[in-house]
């Protein structure tokens, strides 16, 4: 583990802290204009996502009514209801994406499998920099406009896990937590964006960033930051 490394884990909570929980399950809002241009508007405008930390599973909650809630791991993606029963389900659900581009409307199981592993990639980092198969490497650091020294670390995710991009970068601040966070969302084929996170809170001696705000980034780095392509806004987070 490189010094970097350990040092954004400490800094959210530690190692020892992370593994007394088994599970999160947060509480939160969501908007921009990514859920507008797939046919979604207002399918997170209160919702709430359980992730399992010792594996990669998600369920949001209602989801598309009160009593419906997704179920999503990287091979399988559905939505059930709360008696269990399957009401749609896919597997190899990656496979749905191909050809899209952003403005390709998405079906149900679309916004499920999207959430189930963006909400599972934010809320598990950087914890899960240190799982079996994820490789981590320090870059140099850089200085914000508002003259902030960022730390960057380049993520590489194994295959088995589904997230928006093999490699990401994250940056974080002196204090050692998230600012930023990098990468090109596969599913979307729109392109790299920039996502910024905010308002750090502690909830059971995590340290969760409780605003994330995503716009485009071009291609000389440039952030489009009158685009919000996804706004989260957490309410509460509770560790189990």
């Known amino acids: 583990m490189s010094d970097l490394t350990a040092h954004v884990i400490n800094a959210h909570g530690g190692p020892e802290g ?4 088994e599970s999160a399950t947060v509480d939160f809002r969501s908007g921009g204009a990514l859920w507008a241009l797939k046919g979604w508007e207002g399918v997170f405008d209160r919702a ?3 992730v399992d930390l010792r594996r990669q599973h998600a369920s949001h909650r209602p989801f598309t009514a009160p009593d419906l809630r997704t179920s999503f791991t990287a091979e399988r993606v559905a939505v059930v209801n709360e008696a269990g029963e399957v009401r749609a389900e896919r597997s190899a659900p990656r496979a749905a994406f191909e050809g899209h581009t952003l403005e390709t409307p998405w079906d149900e199981l679309h916004v499920a499998y999207f959430a189930g592993y963006a909400m599972w990639t934010y809320l598990t980092s ?5 799982s079996p198969g994820f490789r981590t490497e320090e870059l140099t650091p850089v200085t ?7 730390s960057r670390l380049k993520v590489t995710f194994p295959d088995d896990i589904a997230t928006h991009s093999r490699e990401q970068l994250f940056y974080f601040g002196e204090d050692g937590l998230l600012r930023r966070h990098d990468y090109t969302a596969e599913v979307l084929n729109a392109g790299p964006a920039a996502h910024f996170t905010f308002d750090h809170a502690n909830f059971g001696g995590i340290m969760v960033p409780t605003r994330r705000r995503v716009h485009p980034l071009s291609a000389d780095g440039t952030v489009s930051r009158d685009i919000e392509l996804v706004t989260i806004d957490i309410e509460d987070v509770t560790f189990a």
Request: hydrophobic content about 30%; proline content about 5%.
């Open 18 to 21: 992370y593994r007394r929980y």
């Open 48 to 50: 709430a996502v359980r």
């Open 126 to 130: 950087p914890f899960s920099f240190v």
């Open 144 to 150: 914000t406009e508002e003259g902030e020294r960022w």
